[in-house]
């Protein structure tokens, strides 16, 4: 093949000379507009996962690189005054400069046609560099690629400039660990990310969000203030030794990230040949988590190999590049994404007691976990789980250092003996409202099965209130009779407390059975809905009636009433649902709140109607017994709640008497487009505990132990709640406790001969595999 490299980075270079080892004939020129020692960062970090590739791809080019790196396992993290080591992470660094010198030397002496000093703004320029016929244009022209811009009609780019400003800057100093330092001042929050990355010379970042880095008058300087003032506020860290910048072309050393990602990586009808995008061209990954050289480098042992496999049209090879590098591109954004998020968002978690800020830091990406961190440091990891669990037991030491979520937890005079909980989860199941044995068995299970707390299913305060006829419901004396009945069996029969959910179904009213299709209005036997205005909640479901004061009244009432009739029935706790598009959350948000009056409009106005429910309810409720409210975070749209009303409305339900918000996404309109994934719906979550200050309840495709250990030490959380897991195993708790070594989880005392063979099960498992924890 004949091929043209536009751009002289990490990626192009690496190609080139995977491509020229797979085949000396191949023709391969690369295009490098700057000269041959030019390079604006100073170093670049590998993990030794990557190190393996490398080493798989080209041994001469690993060898040389192997020979210059730093190497550390430890992370330091410098936060009010306290120090926090953990070990076991495995990077080595290496200076830019340094790797690119290796990778054109080895691409030299394999016959790579490398031209520095050429600049090809635009492929049709090829024609006039007697390159002859070329086959493929591989674009490495970095995150400001002119031939992604000139094919953006075709790749699709979307280019997402962040919001926190940093600095590339080094230093003399030698840092013997990747080390965090935060600052906190009268400016705001600044963080600088330090690591060696040669016998002389460490990178060293600094970075802060627009709020810190105007107050700082960062905006008004120049590059030699800039790194001026930064010697100062980091001179702890830097005893003596001096800041640099390498960045003489820009008017200020600071930048924004790019997020880059496209849809599509190649074009077959180029202007002179195919073209083929690789590294920051086709996607960035945040400095934070120090993957962008790894992904780069990574695209071209695939495209490389890809191309030198056998004879297949062209078309297919890059076709089958896309599939399998953007695939692994995007998982890799998603953790960056995290990362990136949580240094953009630190003065959010500033606040945290420095043993829990510095975990919040390490678990950030959500790549490494509660036991990942185990198995790097177990020393370390042993540290955060004594001191969550002594302030758990409000500062007492504990007795024995259980998992962070078999710690305790209090809402006013309730204790639970764990962070578990069993989502509310319709069972569409009641007769007239009426719990049956079908709710007693189903609920009394999971409370046998450990879970600190087990909800109820939304519970209607009204027969209109239902959302099908088989909603169980508050508001006829045999409800209370039959709700008392399993309350009794679960406080009777386990350690479980148990909350009862009350809501009213509003514009969503009036529809089947779920297994009957979903949200589809009843045929027949159907009652009238309404809600804040006459919008229906999809084409086919009926249009509400708009709500007047009379109507308020009557639902503040009803909701009154089965409040009392909750304490009546025994429940230890009370949620109001104000989400998924129900008749409160249906006030909340402007996707189906239009009224002009004061209940709608403004966050003010929208939260206005679900307070004064949730304010009469308190009223009635035991002061000694806590009341949680569940939000819609997100509708996941354009239009509808952002995260900032997400936090206004959990601020106003934590100062009415709220003591724990479940917070939840989605369902409010059928237009909402949500991104799921692992533990999606937590960022919502950790953004309102962290910023409203008020304690949360996580929700959303969390099914693992692990996950709710790292969501409750990290803070992103204080109560887990898991809802698809219960369904398929009613003792998920018992079962994690057992997985997890910790014997001290009670059992009901029928069960515990399981209890002592589940754990001599997996005592051999893990003995067979070496890794014991009981």
Sequence with gaps: MKVAVIGGGPAGLYFALLMKKADPRHEITVLERNATDDTFGWGVVFSDQTLGYLAEADAPTHARIADEFAHWDDIDIHVRGTTITSGGHGFSGIARKTLLRILRDRAAELGVDLRFGSDVADDARLRGLDLGDVDLVVAADGVNSRIRARYADHFVPDLDVRKAPFCWLGTTKLFDAFTFAFVENEHGVFQAHAYRYSSEQSAFIVECDDRSWAGAGFDKMGEAETVAACERMFAPWLDGHSLMSNAPHLRSPWIRFTRVSNERWFAMDGEVAPVVMIGDAAHTAHFSIGSGTKLAMEDAIALARLLNEGARPLAEVLQAYHDE????????????????????????????????????????????????????????????????????????????????????????????????????????????????????????????????????????????????????????????????????????????????QLG???????????????????????????????????????????????????????????????????????????????????????????????????????????????????NVWPEDRPMSVRVSATDWVDDGVTPDDAVAMAAAFGAAGADIIHVSTGQTTPLGKPVYGRMFQTPYSDRIRNEAGVPTIAVGNVTEPDQVNGIVAAGRADLVALGRPHLADPHWTLHAAAQLGWQDQPWPVQYVTGKKQLERTLQRQQEMLGTSTI
């Design 504 to 618: 009213h179904s509003g514009r969503k009213g009036a529809t089947r059975l779920m297994w009957e299709g979903m949200d589809e209005p009843l045929e027949e036997g159907g009652w009238e809905v309404m809600g804040p205005s006459s919008l229906p909640y999809g084409p086919r479901n009926q249009v509400p009636r708009e709500m007047v004061r009379a109507d308020m009244d009557a639902v503040i009432e009803q909701f009154v009433r089965a409040t009392r009739m909750a304490e009546e029935a025994g429940f230890d706790m009370v949620e109001l649902h104000c989400a998924h598009g129900y008749l409160l959350s249906s006030f909340l948000t402007p996707v189906s709140n239009r009224r002009t009056d004061e209940y709608g409009g403004s966050l003010e106005n929208r939260l206005r109607f679900p307070l004064e429910v949730f304010r009469a309810m308190r």
């Design 325 to 500: 590098r953007r695939t692994e591109a995007l998982r890799l954004q998603n953790a960056a994404r995290n990362s990136m998020e949580w240094f953009e968002n630190v003065r959010r978690y500033i606040h945290l007691d420095p043993p829990q800020f510095a975990y919040s830091l390490l678990t950030r990406s959500q790549r490494v976990s509660h036991e990942n961190l185990r198995l790097r440091d177990s020393v370390y990891l042993s540290g955060v789980e004594r001191w969550f669990a002594s302030r758990a037991e409000a500062g007492r030491e504990p007795e024995s250092c259980p998992p962070p979520m078999f710690t305790p937890f209090r809402l006013r005079g309730m204790r639970l003996e764990n962070r578990v909980v069993v989502s509310p989860m319709d069972m569409y199941s009641a007769a007239d409202g009426v719990p049956n044995d079908f709710h007693l068995v189903h609920l009394g299970s999971r409370a046998l099965g450990g879970a600190g707390l087990v909800f109820t299913e939304m519970t209607c305060v009204s027969p209109e209130a239902r959302i099908t006829v088989g909603c169980t419901g508050m508001y006829e004396p045999e409800h209370v009779d039959a709700w008392r009945r399993i309350v009794r069996f679960v406080h009777e029969s386990s350690r479980a407390r148990i909350c009862l």
